[in-house]
Nanobody
């Protein structure tokens, strides 16, 4: 069974930086898309950034120019470098692996981590 564990969250002042990491355990043959989502209190979970195996990257407009997603396919990890943080970035951040190949003859599946809290103080 594949499990994702996020790390790197915490409390930071506005204008500061954090780097989130997401590590996967279990048998993984390939991951089509690695992504970061976030959910602020009272809000729906939203996509922050996603990166395909081929290198295509998308960001939500609110983080463009401030956040950078990257991935290490050999280690099955995804990262989110966050700079110039704002109080409105406060949320629980989740990583998601989409279309994960776990074995021959097994349909690709999606997996979520349990989240890491990022709090940005003003």
């Amino acid at each position: 069974q594949v499990q994702l564990v996020e790390s790197g969250g915490g409390l930071v002042q506005a204008g500061g930086s954090l780097r989130l990491s997401c590590a996967a355990s279990g048998i993984i043959l390939g991951v089509e898309t690695m992504a970061w989502y976030r959910q602020a209190p009272g809000n729906q979970r939203e996509l922050v950034a996603r990166m395909t195996e081929g290198g295509a990257i998308n960001y939500v407009d609110a983080v463009k120019g401030r956040f950078t997603i990257s991935r290490d396919n050999a280690k099955n990890m995804v990262f989110l470098q966050m700079k110039s943080l704002k109080p409105e970035d406060t949320a629980v951040y989740y990583c998601k692996f989409e279309e994960v190949e776990v074995g021959a003859g097994v349909d690709a599946m999606d997996f979520w981590g349990k989240g890491t809290l990022v709090t940005v103080s003003s």
